[in-house]
T-cell receptor
Framework: AQTVTQSQPEMSVQEAETVTLSCTYD???????LFWYKQPPSRQMILVIR??????QNATENRFSVNFQKAAKSFSLKISDSQLGDAAMYFC????????????FGKGTTLSVSS | DTAVSQTPKYLVTQMGNDKSIKCEQN?????MYWYKQDSKKFLKIMFS???????INETVPNRFSPKSPDKAHLNLHINSLELGDSAVYFC?????????????FGPGTRLLVL
């Protein structure tokens, strides 16, 4: 069975600085998807970024980028130029390649941003 | 123009009661899901439906019964509510084609059983 591990329960960063959230996963599949979701206090689950395992290029969305290391089964999220609005819980998630497969989540990392 | 909506957003009820949570998506997606987020914020899949057919049924008590009247709706009915059912329940949807990788979540329903 696939598992997702987020080893940092809490992280903190100052405004305008850069922070990296770690995620590792375990799977025997060769094709799959990885995601980072953000959950602010409003509890809405917001997709931050996604990565297809068959793509070697790391995904980027504005200030958010990932470092995808397939052989190491590592998928970290880098947030550049951190803003107060980035404060939230961040979940790393894995999904198998078949459509309709459920997301498997890590336990989350709470990110606080100070001014 | 809400993509995935859930009603109600909050639900406070007594132990032993029966309650339902409704979910609707207007994205034209074929697959819908129910996830449970417990008090420690851990998210876990409960059920998923594809075109009204149950495709994932994780180990949840029989008191939980999903129903999909059409592919835009997935409801969750809970019988004989227990204290441990208190959680946030999220509905999500995804397209099944081409590869249906991204799931879009509703706002969640916070259920409190007293």
């Amino acid at each position: 069975a696939q598992t997702v591990t987020q080893s940092q329960p809490e992280m903190s960063v100052q405004e305008a600085e850069t922070v990296t959230l770690s995620c590792t996963y375990d799977t025997s599949e060769s094709d799959y998807y990885l995601f980072w979701y953000k959950q602010p206090p409003s509890r809405q689950m917001i997709l931050v970024i996604r990565q297809e395992a068959y793509k070697q290029q790391n995904a980027t969305e504005n200030r958010f980028s990932v470092n995808f290391q397939k052989a190491a089964k590592s998928f970290s999220l880098k947030i550049s130029d951190s803003q107060l609005g980035d404060a939230a819980m961040y979940f790393c998630a894995y999904r198998g390649y078949q459509a309709g497969t459920a997301l498997i989540f890590g336990k989350g990392t709470t990110l606080s941003v100070s001014s | 123009d809400t993509a995935v909506s859930q009603t109600p957003k909050y639900l406070v009820t007594q132990m032993g009661n029966d309650k339902s949570i409704k979910c609707e998506q207007n994205l034209g997606h074929d697959t819908m899901y129910w996830y449970k987020q417990d008090s420690k914020k851990f998210l876990k899949i409960m059920f998923s439906y594809n075109n009204k057919e149950l495709i994932i049924n994780e180990t949840v008590p029989n008191r939980f019964s999903p129903k999909s009247p059409d592919k835009a709706h997935l409801n969750l009915h809970i019988n004989s509510l227990e204290l441990g059912d208190s959680a946030v329940y999220f509905c999500a949807s995804s397209p099944s084609a081409p590869r249906g990788e991204t799931q879009y979540f509703g706002p969640g329903t916070r259920l409190l059983v007293l």
